[in-house]
């Protein structure tokens, strides 16, 4: 555009329009693909992403979860074929969630200390398979207990301390099959100290912990629990999960953590939660991982299905801003899709 004599309030005129003279023009860094990815401050990586993968028993098994188009559950061989294909497209670690039948559920989870459970036979096929693979095992009764809680109830309370023990004992177990990182997700307090003590009892003292710190009592939990039938037989979560109003607790969550020996902490969900993220990622100099939960892989799913949202773009664009807030990994059910894509 030519250049115009400015006038004396320092705009310009072109055609009766006034045209201010501007120093920053913010557009200039956006002006090509290839100015935008050297300005660009955020980026998602193959190895910023985790898998999580339900196991069912059985062989050859690969069955449907309604609320979670393209999820299944697999049964461990199949899983050892998905978890190969997605070590080779880059992803760096699976977290692992096993599917019970009631008959093995009971109100102290006991089955989650069997050396022949699912779980643990799934983890030691899949270090077998792939031993550079990172195993991440989720330790909480509710996948264990005919009660759907996370911890052992006795008259409708969530026992605490007597629930620490079984925590420490399936730590262990899982660790002794060969996970990598155990990921306790139940809210109980003092659980990593615990976990942390036992672990080093038994000599794990390599096998690292990821603390569930801030995990909500969310409505976006839906869709796993239809995949685990995990949904609580009463009550709900509220006395050990966190309350959605607060960010505050969230980061004395992740200090009493961090002091208890956890290697990573975690905050859950993570859309509507990207504030929460920011405020620990900036309060803690541990790494910081963010779940995007069922129900953020079940709204976009199902918009798309719809022809709603294009969701290849707004799947990338939601992990972004996730990594964008704070967080240094994220576990998603659209991992092993944008692996093949980045
Ligand atoms: C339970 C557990 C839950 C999830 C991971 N571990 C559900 C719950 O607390 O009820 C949710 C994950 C998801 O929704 O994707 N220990």
Same mark, same amino acid.
């Given at each position: 555009m030519a250049n115009k004599e400015p006038t004396q309030d320092g705009t310009a005129e072109t055609d009766g329009l006034e045209i201010p003279e501007l120093? #920053?023009?913010?557009r200039r860094n956006r002006k090509s693909e290839a100015v935008r990815s050297l300005v660009r401050e955020t980026h998602l990586r193959r190895d910023n992403l985790i898998w999580p993968l339900f196991v069912v028993d059985g062989s050859s098994q690969k069955i449907p979860i309604d609320s979670m188009p393209d999820c299944f559950r697999y049964s461990p061989d199949v899983l050892v074929t998905e978890a190969k294909e997605a070590f080779k497209r880059g992803i760096p670690a699976v977290a692992l969630f096993p599917a019970l039948p009631d008959?093995?559920?009971?109100r102290l989870g $006991? +089955? #989650? $200390?069997?050396? +022949?459970g699912l779980l643990q036979r799934t983890v030691r096929q899949l270090k077998d398979a792939l031993p550079e693979l990172a195993v991440i095992t989720d330790v909480a009764l509710d996948p264990y207990s005919s009660d759907g809680h996370d911890g052992i109830v006795e008259d409708g309370e969530i026992l605490n301390d007597e629930t620490l023990e079984v925590l420490a004992a399936m730590s262990v177990s899982q660790a002794e099959a060969g996970a990598d990182i155990i990921a306790p997700s =139940? %809210? %109980? =307090?003092g659980r990593v100290g615990r976990i942390r003590e036992a672990l080093d009892a038994a000599g794990f003292t390599s096998v690292s912990i990821l603390s569930y710190s801030a995990k909500y009592a969310s409505a976006f939990y839906g869709p796993f629990r239809d995949a685990l039938d #995990? +949904?609580?037989? #009463?009550? =709900?979560k509220k006395t050990y999960q966190m309350d959605p109003a607060n960010c505050e607790e969230a980061v004395r969550e992740v200090f009493l953590d961090e002091e208890e020996g956890a290697d990573i902490v975690m905050v859950k969900p993570a859309l509507a939660y990207l504030d929460v993220i920011a405020r620990v990622k900036s309060e803690t100099m541990l790494p910081v991982a963010a779940y995007n939960v069922s129900g953020e892989y079940a709204m976009l799913k199902a918009a798309a299905r719809l022809g709603w949202l294009d969701e290849e773009a707004a799947v990338m664009e939601t992990l972004l801003a996730i990594r964008r807030a704070g967080a240094d990994m994220i576990l998603t059910y659209f991992a092993r899709d944008v692996a093949e894509r980045l």
């Open positions: 120093v #920053s023009r913010p008959s093995l559920k009971d $006991t +089955e #989650s $200390t069997n050396p +022949e =139940d %809210m %109980m =307090d #995990s +949904e609580p037989r #009463s009550g =709900d």
